[in-house]
């Protein structure tokens, strides 16, 4: 089939290049001229593991191109899925500045039957406003339907999970749209679950919104345990067996981060109140998320007693592991408290230390965790990357000044870091 993927970010350029790999002709969109300029050459925008060799192959077999003419891939396109950033304005309301300005050109340029998708998460009735902008701007009795297939991959494993999905969910309104999607998703052999576009659009806010409370709702738990003298891992554990719960997002630590929980919780509160409804059970996830992150900064502080002119060593600044993503990280806040308090931040983390630069102000970065603890009063744990649960900790004991880690992650077992001398402060464990 061909297709167009208008936006090249962690979305648009795992989708395109997937579907490219699933046998399509695949043109990749952004209004980022040098962003496609750099993938033209082959050089990603991002750190996804497997993705590179996927684009490399179809960029060499000719069945994945880049552009910044939004209006020629889409008159050479039957499908569009629209893949643009919908970040939050300062209300918390989704931007969907970008959606409309896709949909406002793909209307221009309509030249024959066509299906425009949202793959970007928008909040519910999104659909209704693309079709009317088609409506309004194409010409007469132009011929085109909107769909909405919302994207769940997860950063860091964007190519498996795009590969592997649970389910895929295609909100459709005519049979000719539903029988291409079929089509397009027919080799991933995967569970297509078809609903009207409203509800597409509702599931991709719920779902985020339900695991989001899952980890508020951990962290809350792992408050009590603390206040309690209990273990939060082991209460996590007996919880997520019970197959009604479930182990998965039961994980206590710093709170959730990335581009999209924070952004999504807020979109989905925000579309709610306007819809008539008070989510007061989603402010709540909020609060407690936004509270979690100044506890670990209050553990931080008990533990080197005074903040002001100690040196932290901060291991780990993505919002998770095998992510160079930075936005909505909770490594920004926390350091940003740290060093409110005067402490300065030694950092290091595996692949977002060129992100992270341009967010965070006067952090020393380092090539390794061994260098950024080197004299340094504590470490602390803000990101679960394998190579951190690896550490030799007799080593990085040595470079410390003082031997104290704060784990945001619950990485390491407390007895043990006991016996090694350690004082190690963890999440819900004592
Ligand atoms: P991103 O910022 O990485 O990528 C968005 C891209 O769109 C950028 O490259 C930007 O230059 C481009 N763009 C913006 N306006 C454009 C326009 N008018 N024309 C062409 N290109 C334009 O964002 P992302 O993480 O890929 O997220 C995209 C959407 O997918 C968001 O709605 C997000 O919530 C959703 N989503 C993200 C994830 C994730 O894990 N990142 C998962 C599921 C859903």
């Given at each position: 089939m061909k297709i167009s993927?208008?936006?090249?970010?962690?979305?648009?350029?795992?989708?395109?290049?997937?579907?490219?790999?699933?046998?399509?002709?695949?043109?990749?969109?952004?209004?980022?001229?040098?962003?496609?300029?750099?993938?033209k050459k082959g050089l990603m925008?991002?750190?996804?593991?497997?993705?590179?060799?996927?684009?490399?192959?179809?960029?060499?077999?000719?069945?994945?191109?880049?552009?910044s003419d939004l209006r020629a891939a889409v008159r050479k396109s039957d499908i569009l899925f629209i893949a643009v950033g919908t970040p939050p304005r300062p209300n918390g309301e989704a931007d969907l500045s970008s959606v409309e300005a896709v949909a406002h050109t793909v209307a221009r340029e309509l030249?024959?039957?066509?299906?425009?998708?949202?793959?970007?998460?928008?909040?519910?009735?999104t659909g209704e406003w693309i079709a009317k902008t088609l409506r309004r701007w194409a010409k007469k009795g132009a011929a085109f339907d909107v769909a909405s297939n919302p994207e769940f991959l997860r950063e860091g494993s964007a190519v498996q999970d795009f590969m592997n999905p649970d389910r895929i969910v295609l909100g459709v309104e005519s049979k000719k749209a539903r029988?291409?999607?079929?089509?397009?998703?027919?080799?991933?052999?995967?569970?297509?679950?078809?609903?009207?576009?409203k509800s597409a659009e509702i599931i991709k806010h719920a779902s985020n919104s339900f695991l989001a409370t899952k980890i508020s709702f951990i962290n809350a738990i792992s408050r009590v345990c603390e206040l309690a003298g209990a273990d939060v891992e082991q209460v996590a554990l007996g919880m997520g067996l019970d197959r009604r719960i479930g182990r998965n997002f039961l994980n206590a630590g710093i709170g959730f981060g990335g581009f999209c929980f924070p952004k999504d919780l807020s979109a989905f509160v925000?579309?709610?109140?306007?819809l008539g409804?008070?989510?007061?059970?989603?402010?709540?996830?909020?609060?407690?998320?936004?509270?979690?992150?100044?506890?670990?900064?209050?553990?931080?502080?008990?533990?080197?007693?005074?903040?002001?002119?100690?040196?932290?060593?901060?291991?780990?600044l993505a919002f998770k592991p095998n992510t160079d993503d930075m936005?909505?990280?909770?490594?920004?806040?926390?350091?940003?408290?740290?060093?409110?308090?005067?402490?300065k931040i030694h950092a290091y983390d595996p692949h977002a230390m060129e992100k992270a630069a341009s967010e965070l102000k006067n952090v020393r970065f380092f090539k390794d965790a061994y260098?950024?603890?080197?004299?340094?009063?504590?470490?602390?744990?803000?990101?679960?990357?394998?190579?951190?649960?690896?550490?030799?900790?007799?080593?990085?004991?040595?470079?410390?000044?003082?031997?104290?880690?704060?784990?945001g992650r619950n990485l390491y077992e407390p007895a043990k870091m006991k016996s090694m001398g350690f004082r190690y402060i963890s999440m819900g464990r004592i």
């Open positions: 993927v208008v936006g090249s970010g962690y979305v648009g350029l795992v989708t395109g290049a997937c579907f490219a790999d699933l046998g399509n002709s695949v043109i990749c969109v952004d209004i980022d001229t040098k962003k496609i300029a750099r993938l925008p991002i750190y996804e593991p497997g993705l590179e060799e996927l684009v490399h192959r179809h960029l060499k077999e000719g069945n994945l191109t880049f552009t030249n024959g039957y066509k299906i425009i998708i949202e793959k970007s998460t928008v909040p519910v009735q029988d291409i999607l079929s089509d397009l998703y027919k080799p991933l052999k995967a569970t297509l679950v078809f609903t009207d576009i925000r579309i709610s109140e306007k409804y008070d989510f007061q059970l989603l402010k709540a996830v909020q609060d407690i998320n936004e509270d979690q992150k100044r506890h670990f900064v209050r553990k931080v502080e008990e533990a080197v007693w005074n903040l002001a002119g100690k040196t932290v060593a901060v291991l780990g936005r909505f990280a909770p490594s920004v806040d926390i350091i940003a408290s740290l060093q409110a308090s005067g402490a260098a950024a603890c080197r004299k340094a009063d504590c470490a602390v744990i803000l990101t679960e990357w394998n190579e951190f649960k690896e550490l030799d900790l007799g080593k990085l004991k040595k470079m410390l000044s003082q031997p104290v880690i704060v784990d």
